[in-house]
């Protein structure tokens, strides 16, 4: 799959110059007290999503402690990527799970970033890039990547096979927002160094003095700088600066929340009751597509009253039921899953043509289980008349696919624990942004289901 284009970008869009689509020793950590909707089998649901995500966190025993999590399963096409915001959010999973076992994990997961912060190939200025290799594959050309994370000059293993080498400012709020948490959790101080790093980069590449103002979308995989800027990227600054502020008690983080919350809130359709994407030029809003990630983020990152409809907005205008009987849906006979799709283009995609070159034709009505995640999260957030009851709805759905979507995939050639792992997309999805998302197993997906089931606000400063 290609990135976001035309008229809007956000944090999934592929940086870089080629395509794209966005170890041992450590048992899988229990959830607490977390909330297992939906579960069939034998084990509770949250249990079973994170056996999931230490399966694909251990999948290359033989390259090393030092390691990230693949982010989809081998049967995506991906071979060992690690996408930079899956890692982020599988790190703050495992801080949701309030266990020992799930603070190693997080622990770990800190430290690869760190270490790709610091051997990075080509740069010593904080940044981070879109995504990793973690094992060894033959790519599609015949060329071999023999290295696993860490490569044997010490330096980490950039996605360059697929272009993902440039580095986007929401991918990195989202590792500083990992980052931070860990060191509020842990008292490290190398993380909060780690995030404070990524704050520093931030401000110095996407700054923008614009008239809508706010922070840039970040930079190519030739490094040079991208004309976007994202009302998501800007709603992860809100919590990341935010956080800097509460962690080194500097104020100056502050003026540059308030820069990027000024940008989200211009960001504000009042008769609709939503947010828009974001801007091309810094001076024209972009009126559509509207995705369903700025209404959710932007509630958990804000906690606004005045904006909280954007929940209403996503439940209402984005709401979705794939099943075996739609067009093009992969859906088995007999099931079906509710929930919300990625964008308000997503639901009059052309079911006539694939979403990309070499991809299938999409579902319309395919459930994006990632952000069906966040909205259930947001709703239980918000905790208005009604919204206890629609997340838990959201959630047994989501439970759902888990137990029954993805059945024999694998991460590294090795078979996953029975029923563990949320996929991307019920079907083949479409989300009107020049990329699809698909049923495969997914690191992002499965820790917003664990953050979810945890009523964990991974955005709250």
């Keep these: 799959m290609t990135g976001r284009q035309g008229p809007a970008l956000s944090r999934r869009s592929l940086i870089g110059a080629g395509l794209g689509i966005s170890a041992a020793g450590l048992t899988a950590a229990a959830p607490g007290q ?28 033989g390259h090393g402690e030092l390691r990230l999590t693949q982010s989809y399963t081998d049967q995506a096409g991906l071979f060992s990527t690690a996408f930079t915001y899956d890692n982020a959010l599988a790190l703050l999973a495992h801080l949701a799970a309030r266990t020992p076992a799930g603070l190693a994990r997080a622990k770990a997961l800190g430290d690869a970033l760190l270490h790709a912060q610091s051997h990075d190939p080509a740069y010593d200025d904080g940044r981070l890039r879109q995504a990793y290799n973690v094992g060894p594959y033959t790519f599609y050309d015949g060329s071999l990547q023999p290295d696993g994370f860490v490569r044997a000059d010490g330096t980490a293993n950039v996605g360059t096979q697929f272009g993902f080498t440039g580095t986007a400012v929401g991918d990195m709020a989202w590792a500083g927002i990992a980052l931070g948490a860990l060191a509020h959790r842990t008292g490290g101080r190398r993380f909060l160094d780690g995030a404070v790093r990524i704050g520093e980069w931030i401000e110095r590449t996407g700054r923008t003095d614009e008239p809508l103002g706010g922070y840039k979308f970040g930079v190519d995989g030739a490094n040079q700088k991208l004309p976007f800027t994202s009302t998501e990227h800007n709603t992860d600054l809100v919590c990341l600066f935010g956080r800097l502020a509460r962690l080194t008690g500097n104020r100056l983080w502050l003026q540059r929340r308030g820069r ?5 809130r211009r960001m504000w359709e009042p008769s609709g009751g939503f947010f828009y994407t974001g801007t091309n030029d810094g001076v024209t809003v972009n009126k559509s597509p509207v995705p369903e990630d700025t209404q959710t983020w932007t509630h958990l990152a804000l906690d606004s009253r005045r904006h909280s409809r954007s929940l209403d907005w996503a439940v209402s205008e984005l709401a979705v039921l794939d099943h075996s009987g739609r067009t093009n849906s992969t859906v088995p006979a007999g099931q079906s899953y509710e929930g ?17 070159d070499g991809q299938p034709r999409p579902d319309r ?6 952000g069906t ?18 997340a838990r709805r959201l959630l047994a759905s989501i439970g759902r696919a888990q137990d029954l979507l993805g059945d024999g995939q694998t991460v590294g050639g090795k078979a996953l624990p029975e029923r563990s792992g949320v996929v991307s997309a ?36």
């Design 260 to 264: 990027a919350e000024a940008f989200v």
């Design 365 to 370: 009505n395919g459930v994006w289980f990632e």
């Design 426 to 461: 019920s079907s083949p999805l479409d989300t009107g942004f020049g990329f699809g998302y698909y049923p495969y197993r997914h690191t992002g997906a499965t820790a917003w289901y664990l953050m979810a089931a945890a009523r964990f606000n991974p955005l709250q400063v």
């Design 340 to 356: 919300v799709t990625f964008s308000s283009a997503s639901l009059v995609a052309n079911e006539d043509a694939p979403i990309a």
């Design 34 to 61: 977390a909330f297992a909707a939906g579960s069939t089998g034998s084990r509770p649901s949250s249990v079973r999503g994170y056996a999931f995500l230490a399966a694909a966190m251990d999948a290359y025993p």
């Design 373 to 390: 995640a966040h909205l259930a999260l947001a709703l239980r957030c918000r905790g208005a008349r009604g919204d206890g009851a629609e």
